[in-house]
Structure formats: structure tokens, C-alpha cells
Nanobody, 116 residues
Framework: QVQLVESGGGLVQPGGSLRLSCAAS????????MGWYRQTPGKQRELVAH???????NYADSVKGRFTISRDNAKNTMYLQMNSLKPEDTAVYYC??????????WGQGTQVTISS
């Protein structure tokens, strides 16, 4: 089992920044990719960004150039630096991890609200 705990959400004005963190614990040795997803009411959860165990990254077109995903293996923590935030970035952000056996784990989510 893997436990994922997100933190760092909140309310910020348009154009502002936030950094989300996802702390992983448990059987994390086999994790091959971690990512951030987001979801708004009535819509499907969508991929924001992911990072592989080798450090390769991928971003949704809507966040390219504004968001940066990273991970600190020593701290078992993944981050999402979000800059130039827009109202349409408002969502619940979820941390996700997948192991080599295609077992997927989710965090509980953290609310991000962009509003003036």
C-alpha cells in the first residue's frame, strides 16, 4: 500500500502562485510514475502533469509554461509549482502514483481556488 497526502492548496488571486506538495509513504519502492490531476464539479478528472521515476515530465497543454512538476526522492515528496494562475485553474488537485503492476493510488485532494 502507498499513502499519499497533499498539502498547499488555498485561495489566491489571478496571476499568483501556489506550490502543492504530495508526501508519499508506505511501499513506495515500486512507484514508476507520479502525477497531479485536477477535477471540477461535473467534469472528469484530468491530468495536469506527471513525472516518472527517471525524471521525465509531461504536462497538459493548458498548464505548459506555467506549472512545474518535480520530486525530491530523499523526502519522498512530489511538488507542483503553479505560477500565473488563472480562474480556470480552480479545482480540487489530486496526487496520483502508479507502480509497475499498474496499481494506482490517490491522495484525498486539496482545493485550489483562483479568485479576486
Amino acid at each position: 500500500q502507498v499513502q499519499l497526502v497533499e498539502s498547499g492548496g488555498g485561495l489566491v488571486q489571478p496571476g499568483g502562485s501556489l506550490r502543492l506538495s504530495c508526501a508519499a509513504s508506505g511501499n513506495i519502492v515500486g512507484i514508476v510514475v507520479m502525477g497531479w490531476y485536477r477535477q471540477t464539479p461535473g467534469k472528469q478528472r484530468e491530468l495536469v502533469a506527471h513525472i516518472t521515476s527517471g525524471g521525465s515530465t509531461n504536462y497538459a497543454d493548458s498548464v505548459k509554461g506555467r506549472f512545474t512538476i518535480s520530486r525530491d526522492n530523499a523526502k519522498n515528496t512530489m511538488y507542483l509549482q503553479m505560477n500565473s494562475l488563472k480562474p480556470e485553474d480552480t479545482a480540487v488537485y489530486y496526487c496520483n502514483a502508479r507502480n509497475g503492476a499498474w496499481v494506482v493510488y490517490w491522495g484525498q485532494g486539496t482545493q485550489v481556488t483562483i479568485s479576486s
